[in-house]
Every structure is written in C-alpha cells, then in structure tokens.
C-alpha cells in the first residue's frame, strides 16, 4: 500500500500562529514554490505551497510513485460537496468517493451492517469509524487513480483518527464549504433523491452533528495548514470557478479546459 508518512503541504493556515515560510525562505530553497490561492477575504491572496516538498505522485510534480494525492472534502450537510466533487472529478481527473454514497451502498446491498448504517443514518449520528473507514480503505484500493477525492470524511474526530491508524496515511488537502445554515436547509429540502435524511427532522440533528463533531475535525486540519476554506453561497458554477483556481494553484491540468482546446 502507499503507507508512508505524509509530507507537509501548506497552504495558508486559518489561524495566525503558524508560521508561513518568508520570502527568504522562498529565494534560499528552490523547492519552495509561491502561489497565489484565491482567498474569499481578499482577491488572489499570496500562499505559500511546498509543493514539491509534499507527499504524492499526483500533485503537479514528483514525489511518493506509490501515494496518492488525497483530498478530503469537507461542508455542512447540502453545502454542494457531491455536486463540486463530480465537477473537480471530471475537470481534473480524480476519483470521486463520497462516504455517504458508500455507506448507501452497503445498505442496498442488503447486509447486516447495512441495516445499522440506515437506523443511524435516519437519526443523522455518524456511523462507527471502523465500518466507514474499512469501506473508503477498500474502494482506494480497488482504484487506481493517483488523485482521490473524499466527499464527507472525516465526520468526526474518531472517524479522523481510525483513518490515520488503519491508512497509516494524512490527506495532502482539506477543502472546506462554508455555507450558511439556511441556505443548507432550502437545499437539503430541495434534494429531491428520496433520501432518508432530507427531512426537516433529521437535518436540524446533521446540523447539530456538523458543528459538534466535524467543525473540530477542519479546526485540526486548520492547525496544520492543510485546510482551505472556499465560500459555497452563489451559483454552481461561481462556486466552482473558486474550486478550479485552487486545483490551477496546485499545479493540476484542467483536462476539460485542455480538451476545447483540442490540445
Ligand atoms: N451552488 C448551489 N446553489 C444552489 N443549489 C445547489 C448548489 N450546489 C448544489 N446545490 C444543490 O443543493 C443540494 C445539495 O447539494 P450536494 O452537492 O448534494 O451537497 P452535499 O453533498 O454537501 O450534501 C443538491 O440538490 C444540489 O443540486
Ligand atoms: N463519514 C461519514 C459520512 C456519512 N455518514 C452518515 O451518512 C449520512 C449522509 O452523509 P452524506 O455525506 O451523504 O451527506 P451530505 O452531507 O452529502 O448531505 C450522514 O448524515 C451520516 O449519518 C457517516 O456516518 N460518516
Ligand atoms: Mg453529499
């Protein structure tokens, strides 16, 4: 597997006391590269990436050939992460594994875990670390992709670390959608996929779940450096022009963007 340990990919921290690496750093050592990373603070804010420094084959260039480049994808409940993650999908040729979708999936197939991820589903509790995990663990294995997205995971700080553990791996990045609580109920109601939990019920618990548990998970994140946090109010595709100047940052092609070039 592509255990190893994960080097640093830094991205501008939310909180002030981590230190970014200073122009002298920048012109001494030429594995560090400067980006600007859009900001919704500010236009086209100055970051800093290590980007040659960090873990995988996947990012723009070099590093482990056994790792993939792997970026969780955080957000309140209908805060757009399915609909962003198929977009980046596409555009930038990741896998797309959504936990919700897996953990669907084991119910319809009928099992006996299934029946326990649906009662805790319907209740919007977070389902036990070990069975999600096992579950995401199993579809990175069965892809072959070098760049995985991971749409709804980590949950809650125990899902966090039995990732960790049973991975022995870090995500390279942490997208986070912040959007407002109203606009996320008018969105949950408006789903319209028949799902179990898009009921006025269940989503003021998911909400209480969002900032209980997973709101502390994008805080460590946060004290790490790897989090950045992207505004998920306006249209689709505003949203996703944010999205797609971060992946540019990073050193990604764009192949749709490629491809109506004819290139
Ligand atoms: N920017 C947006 N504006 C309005 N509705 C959106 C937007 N992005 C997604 N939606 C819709 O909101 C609902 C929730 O989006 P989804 O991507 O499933 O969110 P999540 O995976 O975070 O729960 C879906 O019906 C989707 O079509
Ligand atoms: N890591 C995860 C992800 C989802 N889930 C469960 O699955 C439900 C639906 O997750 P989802 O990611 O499909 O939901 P959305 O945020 O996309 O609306 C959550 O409310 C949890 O009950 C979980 O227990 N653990
Ligand atoms: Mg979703």
Redesign the pocket.
Known sequence: MWRRRVGALLLRPRSSSIPTPSATHRRRHHLLLPVSVPDEKGPLASNVLLLRLFTSQAGADGGNPRKPFIAFVL????????????RIASDFGFAHL?A?DLLRNEIASGSEKGELILDIIKEGRIVPSEITVELIRKAMESTDAKRVLI??FPRCEENRIAFERITGTEPDLVIF?DCPED??VK??L????GRVDDNIETIKKRLKVFENLNIPVVDYYSSRGKVHKIS?????E??FGAVRKLFASLGFENFVFHKSRGL
């Open positions: 957000g309140g409940p209908g805060s757009g992460k399915g609909t962003q993650c198929t959504s919700g749409d709804g959608f606009e996320m969105r949950l408006g789903r319209n996929q998920a109010t306006g249209t689709e505003e949203i």
